[in-house]
């Protein structure tokens, strides 16, 4: 294990269930499964509205290798060229109705699952952290509503804070950075502080891939893993399917249009690769099983030629 990596902070106590979020270790990066019940997520939007239907899909990413189901009930689809207006934002009540559910089931049926619920309204993460939520993801990162730490303290529950720019629903691509990798990682060290100072032990930072950030923006940013680790927290990243993926692989294809959003999966799985070599240790992915066993099979192979050096 790296020096600099303090091991406590790296694994993560999510109310009682410990995850391990270690970077580089043999057996690859840990998975966290996308369950988005709402209507309009850009890629797997209207197909877990039902309840019995977000059930059976957790189910089935549990079985594929997820270490973690993180719950969606609003879009965070931004405006912009890529997917027009945006998703709408939901009033905290209507997102509780599409959550509290599918939580309610999936604690019953899996009561072994770490679940997290990808929310930035504290009414929202209050509720949810009393059905049972082990971790509140907050694609705001603290900025729309830092009481919502409080809650997390209360309950020990595990954060992931992620780097975005703009208000919820306005998220746009149109955000300009001189340096990409310095300006998030130093918004990232403030919502960690933010996280800390409500009492937060667990907390788990996101680059924020697509949110207001330009393709060659999030690349860059997952080829800098290495010095967002330097903030001395899990790194997760969150690539799956995502636009910048579709601009490369048609850029491949040498095709005008970006490719769809059902063929990203190559694209998607290369860049995730490079970001898991540099040190992320949780991968937010649509697709479990073969997000499973790229970072497995990634694991294993820099772990037979021992080219990371001081790993585990
Ligand atoms: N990306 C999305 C949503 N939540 N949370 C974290 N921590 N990191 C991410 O990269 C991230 C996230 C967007 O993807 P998806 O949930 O598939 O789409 P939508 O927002 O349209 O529901």
Do not use: W
């Not at 998975?31 to 019940?37: A, E, F, P, R, S």
């Not at 890629?43 to 973690?68: H, K, P, W």
């Not at 939901?90 to 999936?106: F, K, N, S, T």
Request: glycine share 10%.
């Amino acid at each position: 294990m790296n020096e600099r990596i303090d091991t406590n902070r790296f694994t993560l106590d999510c109310r009682g269930r410990t995850l391990d979020a270690r970077p580089f270790l043999r057996d690859g990066a840990r998975v966290m499964g996308v369950l988005n019940v709402t209507p309009d997520s850009f890629s797997d939007g209207g197909r877990y509205l039902q309840v019995e239907d977000a059930l059976a899909r957790t189910g089935t990413m549990l079985e594929e290798g997820a270490a973690i189901i993180d719950v969606g009930g609003e879009s965070t689809r931004p405006a912009g060229s890529v997917y027009g207006e945006g998703a709408p934002r939901v009033e905290a009540g209507e997102e509780l109705e599409r959550i509290l559910p599918v939580l309610d089931r999936i604690t019953e049926v899996h009561p072994e699952a770490i679940v997290s619920v990808d929310t930035y309204k504290a009414d929202v993460a209050r509720e949810a952290l009393r059905a049972g939520a082990h971790v509140i993801n907050d694609v705001t990162g603290l900025r729309h509503a830092p009481e919502l730490a409080e809650a997390v303290a209360r309950h020990d529950a595990a954060l992931v804070v992620m780097h975005s720019v703009g208000a919820p629903g306005e998220l746009t691509h149109r955000s300009e950075f001189d340096d990409v990798v310095a300006e998030v990682k130093q918004s990232l060290r403030e919502s960690v502080r933010r996280a800390e100072a409500a009492g937060v032990e667990d907390v788990v930072v996101d680059p924020g891939f697509g949110f207001g950030k330009s393709t060659r923006d999030n690349l860059r940013l997952l080829a800098a893993s290495d010095e967002l680790l330097e903030l001395g927290r899990p790194l997760l990243v969150g690539i799956s399917r995502k636009s910048s993926i579709g601009a490369v692989v048609g850029e491949i294809r040498g095709t005008p249009d970006p490719a769809p959003v059902e063929e990203r999966l190559f694209g998607t799985l290369g860049a995730t690769a490079v970001a898991v070599m540099r040190g992320a240790s949780l991968v937010r992915a649509h697709d479990v099983r073969a997000t499973v066993e790229m970072v497995g099979s990634l694991g294993a192979t820099l772990d037979s030629g021992e080219q990371v050096g001081d790993r585990t």
